[in-house]
């Protein structure tokens, strides 16, 4: 799990580090408006902060949609229940001509 929390992370981190410099490289801060049309009052560090975690998530969210449509069948359809401990409608090792866990 924590393994698939970095292939989550990690590159959402450097896609959003990406996605800082090329937006703020175009947009100035301080002219940016708020949804009632007057200027923003944040520092100029605040706007980049929350773009920043902004950014983070989305990219975030983009990547844990890939890892998550990237589990195999056996991922998917496995019981997480040791054998002893499994309902009568979890397959069982060897059912079917496959292993289950």
């Not at 924590?2 to 002219?31: C, H, N, S, T």
């Not at 944040?42 to 990237?70: E, I, K, Q």
Request: proline share 9%; aromatic share 12%.
């Amino acid at each position: 799990m924590k393994q698939r929390l970095m292939w989550i992370a990690w590159p959402a981190f450097l896609v959003a580090g990406v996605i800082e410099m090329l937006v703020f490289a175009f947009v100035d801060p301080q002219q940016l408006h708020g949804l009632n049309g007057e200027p923003l009052e944040w520092s100029r560090s605040a706007v980049y902060t929350l773009a920043f975690f902004g950014f983070w998530c989305a990219t975030m969210a983009s990547s844990a949609l890939t890892t998550l449509l990237a589990r195999s069948p056996f991922e998917v359809n496995r019981c997480p229940l040791p054998i002893d401990g499994r309902p009568a409608g979890c397959p069982k090792p060897g059912v079917g001509g496959k292993a289950a866990c």
